[in-house]
């Protein structure tokens, strides 16, 4: 059972390159989330969703764009990326209804140049 | 615009202390309250959480104390020992419905031998 994978580890891009997060979850998990970690800002929710094929805004969606084609995956992209989403992004799931716990991976750390 | 404030930044004890972090919320729409723990290199995991119905909970050497009126909880490590050195994390949700937390800033612990 690995709980929430997130691929890559590590990546650096160049300004204006494009990407692609994924996240995988085998929990069966309907709730998913996609975080930045920032020092001194916590971490701060990007887009979520509460179901496949459903997606919604966070608190700081600009320059991201989101897809949950089938419920186990999460996809977050970086359309023309820029130093400013220099960031370690971290992804959870969350099993609907309660006070369930959000899961998280272990974080992809991304650099801008 | 943060929704919860957390304190202080960075905090160091030495084995046997007591660190406290302490957290601060302004909507009182709020109704769960988790504590995440955070180490180098791994994603954030629950630790212990409490409802703002209940004034304190004990998990092991974990407390969480609450106060509604004051909209303000913080977390208790007591005997805190060196492998309770990481990031801890206070947040709060807004919604059932989707899960969605509102993250601390984080607080950095390290325990000295």
């Known amino acids: 059972n690995a709980g929430v994978t997130q691929t890559p580890k590590f990546r650096v891009l160049k300004t204006g390159q494009s990407m692609t997060l994924l996240c995988a979850q085998d929990m069966n998990h309907e709730y998913m989330y996609w975080y930045r970690q920032d020092p001194g800002m916590g971490l701060r929710l990007i887009h979520y969703s509460v179901g496949e094929g459903t997606t919604a805004k966070g608190e700081v969606p600009d320059g991201y764009n989101v897809s949950r084609l089938k419920k186990q995956n999460f996809l977050l992209g970086l359309e023309s990326a820029a130093p400013s989403q220099t960031s370690v992004y971290f992804c959870?799931?969350?099993?609907?209804?309660?006070?369930?716990?959000?899961?998280f991976g272990d974080g992809t750390r991304l650099s801008i140049l | 615009q943060q929704q919860v404030k957390q304190s202080p930044q960075s905090l160091i004890v030495q084995k046997g202390g007591i660190p406290i972090i302490n957290c601060a919320y302004e909507n009182t729409a709020f109704d769960y309250f988790p504590w995440y723990q955070q180490f180098p290199g791994k994603g954030p995991a629950l630790l212990i959480a409490i409802r703002p119905d209940v004034s304190e909970k004990k998990e092991g050497r974990f407390t969480i104390s609450f106060n509604k009126s004051a909209k303000q909880f913080s977390l208790h490590i007591m005997d805190s020992q060196p492998g309770d050195s990481a990031t801890y994390f206070c947040a709060a949700r807004g919604s059932s419905n989707t899960g969605k937390l509102i993250f601390g800033q984080g607080t950095t612990l390290q325990v000295k031998p």
């Open positions: 959870a799931s969350k099993a609907a209804g309660g006070n369930q716990p959000q899961h």
